[in-house]
């Protein structure tokens, strides 16, 4: 399974970027919003660190201006991934950037008959916003089983399930159990990932015990 990482902050990605563990990044209006910075700018420079795809937003949400708005956000880098509602509108345009040769994000993808939808327009991923369905009292890793179901009756379907709007490390590994094909993890809950108190307890003492052997490796 593919990791992304959810945030705009340039910072975070580079730190995170080090571990040599992350394929990509997404990013959306409020990322933005929280990072303070013009979008353009940050997604380039993001674009920089990360050779994975990075999905940049459109905002319009009638086709011809989201066209637009995704044929010049596609030009700022080779690994833009240019993420678009699950409208009419917007995957009409998935369709129309697709064709171009353009990566395309389906996002907000809430049931299994709008994923279905988004790998007929062609997009390269669907985004199921799985926290967003629990917070509302409804099962989203359900949802991912859902759509991975149907998406393998159809091995010509190309589409990616992204999972996002994952809230805790146990979406990750529900994810990666269903065999989804990445999950965009914010920053707290990826570092999260590399924890345990038995990690941290037995490393600490494997040392305590190496310092009394007086030896050194280099
Ligand atoms: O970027 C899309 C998605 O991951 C947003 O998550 O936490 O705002 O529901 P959240």
Redesign the pocket.
Known sequence: MKFFV?TADVAEIKDLAASGLLDGV?T?P?LIMKSGRPMLEVIQEICAIVPGPVSAETVATEHKKMLEEGRKLAKLARNVAVKVPLTPDGLKTCKALASEGTMVNV?LCFSAAQALLAAKAGATFV?P?V??LDDIGQDGMHLIGEIMTIYRQYPHFKTEVLV???RHTQHVVQAAKMGAHVA?VPPNVLRQCFKHVLTDNGLKAFLDDWAKTGQSIL
């Open positions: 959810d997404t959306n409020s996002t985004s916003f926290g967003r996002a709007s994952v965009t």
